[in-house]
């Protein structure tokens, strides 16, 4: 069988975005409320003002919910004036995607590959033949097992045979 031979940066690293790695970007998108202020931002510039205004939270926890977008680089904030704006920053976001399609990429090659390899060797056919040569494992009846009462009256006879043997001692 044929291995992937692509590169996967075992760093992790996003070359664009600061040092910041792609652990620190998942885990900073990997919260059901900064989705949602990621969608928000799809459309366009908002302040925090207008975020806090479409989200059902507290401005601590928007404050929170910021930085850590901010410092995983997957949002840009600018001042203008005493109002803070926040963007969605592209770059970041395309090269956090192009390093996702890293893994459909080798799962499309191995794929490929497989099925090349299948095909030469005819394993394919191998494996359809092997499974009609194999037979059904015997299914088992009531009879072949014991019931649960008769197994619980052998129980209860060993527990007697010890007790008597306890006593004579």
Do not use: C
């Not at 009609?132 to 494992?137: E, G, H, S, T």
């Amino acid at each position: 069988m044929a291995i992937y031979k692509g590169s996967i940066d075992m760093k992790n690293r996003v070359s664009n975005a600061g040092g910041v790695t792609f652990d620190q970007i998942f885990k900073a998108i990997g919260d059901p409320h900064r989705l949602q202020i990621l969608m928000l931002l799809l459309e366009n510039e908002m302040s925090a003002g207008e975020i806090l205004k479409a989200l059902d939270i507290v401005q601590s926890t928007l404050s929170h919910h910021m930085k850590s977008l901010v410092d995983a680089g997957v949002v840009v904030a600018s001042r203008h004036g005493k109002w803070t704006y926040y963007s969605l920053n592209t770059d970041t976001v395309k090269e956090t995607i192009s390093y996702l399609d890293q893994f459909t990429e080798g799962t499309k090659v191995r794929a490929q590959f497989s099925e090349n390899d299948a095909e030469d060797t005819g394993v394919k056919a191998a494996a359809v033949e092997s499974r009609k040569a194999v037979k059904p494992a015997k299914e088992k009846t009531a009879k072949d097992e014991p019931s649960v009462s008769e197994e619980r009256d052998e129980k209860k006879k060993s527990k007697k045979g010890k007790k008597g043997k306890k006593n004579k001692k």
